[in-house]
């Protein structure tokens, strides 16, 4: 396992539609995290996971995006109802755990154009 | 305000300059900063962290942090054209002895010329 992989790498989708990410965090990973950068910003947090457990979901989450981790392994990040603001490159982290485990291994990132 | 604050650049040096890269923060509370570096099309790749008022140096990398001033720094000495990227500066309140959400600044483009 070289790393956090997600797919897909890109995906372009009418507005309306349905869409959903996976995310294959690194395997002794426990802590899995959903970021969302648009363009000339950061990324920002959507939710975190700790096993099986979202622990934490940001307000940037709305009602129409689902995150899930069963069984604490991948995640699967869905938006309903796609909205052309939904376009941005979605990231997966995952870290593990310890007091110095700061820093995240980001994947790739999925790119996701609305039109 | 937003609570890290990045000079988005873009910043261009020739080839063996000294970088200096600049985030600024408005919560004292915050402890733990990082840098991460992502290339174009790439998901951010951790570069250094630390937690300590100082200077921490890892090869041609030097991260600083004031936190009187709230202010950190990335130094990148004799800057190669492979640097060129974007830099993110990022800060957390660790909560259970480990980090959960992190707050990015908006980034900084370098590109370094051969």
């Known amino acids: 396992d070289t790393g956090v992989s997600q797919n897909p790498r890109h995906k372009i989708t009418k507005r309306g539609q349905n869409v959903t990410f996976r995310c294959d965090p690194i395997?002794?990973?426990?802590?899995l995290y959903w970021y969302r950068q648009t363009l000339g910003q950061g990324p920002e947090f959507l939710t975190y996971f700790q096993n099986e457990a979202q622990l934490e979901k940001s307000r940037l989450l709305s009602d129409r995006f689902s995150a899930e981790r069963p069984k604490g392994s991948f995640s699967t990040l869905e938006i309903q109802r796609t909205e052309q603001g939904d376009s941005a490159m979605y990231l997966c982290?995952?870290?593990?755990?310890?007091?110095?485990?700061?820093?995240?291994?980001f994947g790739s990132g999925t790119r996701l154009t609305v039109v | 305000q937003k609570e890290v604050e990045q000079d988005p650049g873009p910043l261009s040096v020739p080839e063996g300059a000294i970088v200096s890269l600049n985030c600024t923060y408005s919560n004292s509370a915050f402890q733990y900063f990082m840098w991460y570096r992502q290339y174009s099309r790439k998901g951010p790749e951790l570069l250094m962290y630390t937690y300590s008022s100082g200077n921490k140096e890892d090869g041609r990398f030097t991260a600083q942090v004031d936190k009187s001033s709230k202010y950190i720094s990335l130094f990148i000495r004799d800057s190669q054209p492979s640097d060129s990227a974007t830099y993110l500066c990022?800060?957390?309140?660790?909560?259970?002895?480990?980090?959960?959400?992190?707050?990015f600044g908006s980034g900084t483009q370098l590109t370094v010329l051969p």
């Open positions: 395997s002794e990973h426990n802590r």
């Open positions: 990022a800060i957390t309140l660790p909560r259970s002895g480990s980090a959960r959400q992190l707050t």
């Open positions: 982290a995952s870290s593990s755990r310890g007091p110095k485990n700061y820093g995240y291994t």
